[in-house]
């Protein structure tokens, strides 16, 4: 499915760094955009979500969407070891009925 | 913090076989859902389920497939003929919403 874009690269950062992760998606109708965390072995996490455009924070973490460009961020900021996980984007459609998810970006930090 | 629970976390099941994979979803949510995982592939929608009944389900979702709610607190996914192709993660998981969803750990099938 393409509803939803993410350059699957995995990321090593030092601790104390910024991570910044992105993903692209297809339709301009799309109104939540959501952010999950997984750790290995476990299912995804609901770390934070938006609705419609601009930033939202949360504690060392912010989320982004451009809605003109059909574009949405990630940022951590302050990095910790305990960050070390798959980040996924995922956007619900068909009504809310599903979601399509990103394939996800490893991020590795190095203390 | 309420959590959406899913047995066996490992399932190991020969071709051919049915398989039921069981859930029990967060007891206020009303939205249920079926995803899965196939190793190093995107996290994929199978089902959602709504006052006892499908509400949405993908192309995966075929014959093969079925939902049950067989109770106040229990939702499964069973798998009738398992072939090696369903080998994944399963993930169930709730809503209160349909916005935020709470997944559980999985169940790892493994068909061989």
């Known amino acids: 499915q393409k509803e939803v874009e993410q350059d699957p690269g995995p990321l090593s950062v030092p601790e104390g760094a910024i991570v910044s992760l992105n993903c692209t998606y297809s339709n301009s109708a799309f109104q939540y955009f959501m952010w999950y965390r997984q750790y290995s072995r476990k299912g995804p996490e609901l770390l934070m979500y938006t609705y419609s455009s601009g930033n939202k924070e949360d504690g060392r973490f912010t989320a982004q969407v451009d809605k003109s460009s059909k574009y949405i961020s990630l940022f951590i900021r302050d990095s910790q070891p305990s960050d070390s996980a798959t980040y996924l984007c995922?956007?619900?459609?068909?009504?809310?009925?599903?979601?399509?998810f990103g394939k996800g970006n490893q991020v590795v930090v190095i203390p | 913090e309420p959590e959406v629970t899913q047995t066996p976390s490992h399932q190991v099941t020969q071709m051919g076989q049915e398989v039921i994979l069981r859930c029990v979803p967060i007891s206020n949510h009303l939205y249920f859902y079926w995803y899965r995982q196939i190793l190093g592939q995107k996290v994929e929608f199978l089902v959602s389920f709504y006052n006892n009944e499908i509400s949405e389900k993908s192309e995966i979702f075929d014959d093969q497939f079925s939902v049950e709610r067989p109770d106040g607190s229990n939702f499964t996914l069973k798998i009738r003929s398992t072939k090696l192709e369903d080998s994944a993660m399963y993930f169930c998981?709730?809503?209160?919403?349909?916005?935020?969803?709470?997944f559980g750990s999985g169940t790892r099938l493994t068909v061989v």
């Open positions: 998981a709730s809503s209160e919403d349909r916005v935020g969803y709470t």
């Open positions: 995922a956007i619900p459609y068909y009504g809310n009925n599903r979601l399509a």
